[in-house]
């Protein structure tokens, strides 16, 4: 039996897509073969709910796992022929307050998966939207990390804590504990923050390249998941995006996750990593514009933002009574105020029917202009 693979999904900011993509990578992978197993480390139990599982309903969870010594298979509920789910609930929130004088607090999971005969190719951790104990207990469980990221600035600005974090297990707790990849999620191709978010973040990995670091070798994953309703709707019916709707772009973004996640983990080839699903260009173009680190995103939000200029006004002769009513058609010249008394002595009049271009003559500029007839300038 293959030594299983642990890998913890975490950000401690929430809303970024944790559990969503726990959920539906965890069953793309076991609908490819392997044998999978998910653990929902969050007291809100929501990796449990997707999948149809009533926290607190099965006599074991990843409580009493922690706080009872039970073991990391007697608490798994099998959901499909290779998959299997640790399930949650709300007591998992007090763990932290009653393991406060345990020794060793912070490994009693890695304590667990130790003692443990787990029989599976991978376990993947959903973690709280938090860095306390129960995201500690995960990183030292862990060969890697997944981090699902949103492509917004303050995102950006949350993931360097948590690098700070990653770093000090690996010194500490957990050795072998390295960054994996990064999954953006909740992904619009059609905004240029997002495109940005995403350079920033490939020159910083490369920046790291030769530094030892935990993310020295992190790759950001090709498939990125696309915002998509299908992905909200599947968890009220206590089910996978394969199962409620596997037509739609979550399920298609999901499957090619899948494959990424494979080939990272060493399943299959390297390369694959490279020509994975080839993304669209507005989904990978760097901006056309340079964008400085992380300053030259907050400068690029006014631009998206900004109200157009305002066209240049056809008529170049400089008059403070100008009127500011729309452009007539081509054959006509904008319309000056008909009663205005301080029309221009030198003006004329043109008629606006196309058949018609006869002239009004004098200079006073008294005199008014016939009804339907516009002003224009003498050459």
């Not at 076991?30 to 007291?43: E, N, S, T, W, Y």
């Not at 008529?315 to 009127?323: G, N």
């Not at 009513?325 to 221009?344: F, G, H």
Request: with cysteine.
């Amino acid at each position: 039996m293959p030594h299983v693979k642990v890998f913890a999904v975490i950000n401690q900011k929430g809303g970024v897509g944790k559990t969503t993509t726990v959920a539906n990578l965890g069953a793309a992978v076991a609908a490819k073969g392997h044998d999978v197993c998910l653990i929902d480390l969050d007291p809100q139990a929501h990796l449990t709910l997707h999948f149809g599982i009533e926290p607190g309903s099965p006599d074991t969870s990843i409580y009493d796992v922690l706080l009872n010594e039970e073991s990391i298979t007697s608490a798994r509920q099998k959901v499909t022929e290779n998959l299997s789910v640790v399930p949650s609930l709300v007591d998992l929130a007090a763990a932290e307050v009653e393991l406060v004088t345990t020794v060793g607090r912070e490994q009693i999971l890695a304590d667990r998966r130790a003692a443990d005969d787990l029989d599976h190719e991978f376990v993947i951790i959903d973690c709280p939207p938090s860095l306390g104990l129960l995201t500690l207990n995960a990183l030292a469980a862990a060969d890697a990390v997944l981090i699902p990221l949103q492509p917004h600035f303050l995102a950006l600005q949350g993931l360097g804590k948590l690098l700070e974090t990653v770093s000090l297990v690996q010194r500490r707790i957990n050795p072998r504990l390295k960054v994996a990849g990064v999954i953006f999620c909740m992904y619009e191709t059609q905004t240029r923050l997002a495109g940005e978010v995403v350079a920033d973040l490939e020159e910083f990995l490369d920046s790291m390249r030769d530094q030892d670091t935990p993310w020295s070798q992190t790759k950001i994953f090709p498939t990125r998941i696309r915002r998509n309703i299908k992905l909200a709707e599947c968890p009220s019916y206590g089910s996978c995006i394969f199962d409620y709707d596997p037509k739609s772009h979550g399920a298609n973004d999901y499957l090619s996750l899948a494959e990424d996640f494979l080939a990272i983990a060493g399943s299959q080839p390297a390369s694959r990593i490279e020509g994975v699903t080839k993304a669209t260009p507005q989904e990978t173009e760097a901006p056309s514009e340079p964008v400085s680190r992380i300053e030259g995103v907050t400068k690029a939000t006014p631009q998206e933002t900004e109200a157009p200029s305002e066209p240049v006004q056809p008529d170049t002769q400089p008059c403070s009574e100008q009127d500011t009513t729309p452009t007539e058609p081509a054959a006509q010249v904008k319309d000056a105020p008909a009663d205005s008394p301080d029309a221009p002595p030198s003006q004329q009049y043109v008629a606006t029917e196309p058949e018609r271009t006869s002239q009004s003559t004098g200079d006073d500029d008294t005199q008014p202009p016939t009804t339907g007839q516009t002003p224009t300038s003498q050459p």
